[in-house]
């Protein structure tokens, strides 16, 4: 099956789906039967599924361990997973082996147990994120949370990428107030420029 070929059929693929299964630890995908949908999800001639889509949320997961070996383990292409669903679980921080999905797209972390905002900074380096959800994690309570002030627009410096957030599409003027917001909170870094002596 050539690149391309993959690529079209998982385009169309249903999520493999695990939510509301009461998982508590990322091993159980590997013995647990995904929900079937509507239509049927496709899988390649080694039995993994050649869908881009993984939706665990609803479950009790608190941390990631192992996510990236049992990725790989249900899917052909875990490189082009594009969607993750990890929302309404106990995730208390944003696991770095997310950043290692680089085409990673949507990503919905909602109903967490995330505490600080700086927790975003490690989706930087997501080349195509587009969607984000954070609400309903603590990080609400830290002061000055909104989905329209300092927290959007901290998220929106961030991840200048991302077109949906909190299920809220950026606007031109959203894109404006954050970088307003950005030149009047986040002072940059200073460069020491070393001195030779003569």
């Known amino acids: 099956m050539s690149k391309q070929d993959y690529m079209n059929i998982a385009v169309q693929e249903p999520p493999l789906d695990y939510s509301f299964r009461s998982i508590h630890v990322i091993q159980d995908l590997t013995s647990e039967e995904p929900r079937r949908g509507l239509r049927p999800l496709r899988h390649s001639k080694s039995g993994k599924s050649l869908t881009q889509s993984l939706w665990l949320n609803n479950n009790v997961l608190n941390d990631l361990k192992d996510f990236s070996h049992v990725v790989s383990q249900l899917l052909e292409h875990p490189e082009k997973l594009a969607w993750i669903d990890l929302s ?29 905002l700086g927790e975003v900074n490690k989706l930087a380096v997501l080349p195509r994120l587009r969607s984000l959800t954070l609400h309903g994690n603590p990080i609400e309570e830290e002061k000055g949370y909104s989905p329209s002030l300092p927290h959007r627009q901290y998220v929106l410096c961030t991840l200048p990428c991302v077109t949906t957030f909190d299920f809220s599409g950026v606007t031109k003027a959203d894109r404006t107030t954050a970088e307003v917001w950005k030149r009047m909170n986040i002072k940059p870094k200073k460069v020491r420029i070393k001195q030779n002596t003569l």
């Open 88 to 116: 309404f679980n106990d995730l208390t921080s944003i696991d770095p082996v997310l950043t290692t999905f680089f085409n990673l797209s949507v990503l919905y972390l909602h109903g967490n147990s995330i505490q600080r």
